[in-house]
């Protein structure tokens, strides 16, 4: 499986952006796809994830209200949308997946054995 996210940019706080995740390889279907981020200085963290049939999600508390996480099976890509950005959003986003997630481990990042190479979102104030 081969994930690529795009979509990050510079932009001021209060805006919005909309990052997406295409994959290649295998079924996409099949995959739970995971966003993480990277800021500067910090270690990764969970940001949201979303089950292969889209019915579960899962929002990280810090952006939750803020951001939402859906996919489009048809186009093989899992977005995300990220409104009413602060600066402390800023960092690189990752996208995962992996096809044996189970509900209780979408947070974690061992539970996904695929990984992109990161979107950097700069958010100003």
């Known amino acids: 499986v081969q994930l690529q996210a795009s979509g990050g940019g510079l932009v001021q706080a209060g805006g919005s952006l909309r990052l997406s995740c295409v994959t290649s390889?295998?079924?996409?279907?099949?995959?739970?796809i995971g966003w993480f981020r990277q800021a500067p200085g910090k270690e990764r963290e969970f940001v949201a994830a979303?089950?292969?049939?889209?019915?579960?999600?899962y929002i990280a508390d810090s952006v939750k209200g803020r951001f939402t996480i859906s996919r489009d099976n048809a186009k093989n890509t899992g977005y995300l949308e990220m409104n009413s950005l602060k600066p402390e959003d800023t960092a690189v986003y990752y996208c995962?997946?992996?096809?044996?997630?189970?509900?209780?481990?979408?947070?974690?990042?061992?539970?996904?054995?695929?990984w992109g190479r990161g979107t950097l979102v700069t958010v100003s104030s």
């Open positions: 390889g295998r079924t996409f279907r099949s995959y739970t």
């Open positions: 979303i089950r292969r049939s889209g019915g579960n999600t």
């Open positions: 995962a997946a992996d096809d044996s997630v189970i509900l209780s481990s979408m947070r974690y990042q061992a539970s996904y054995g695929y």
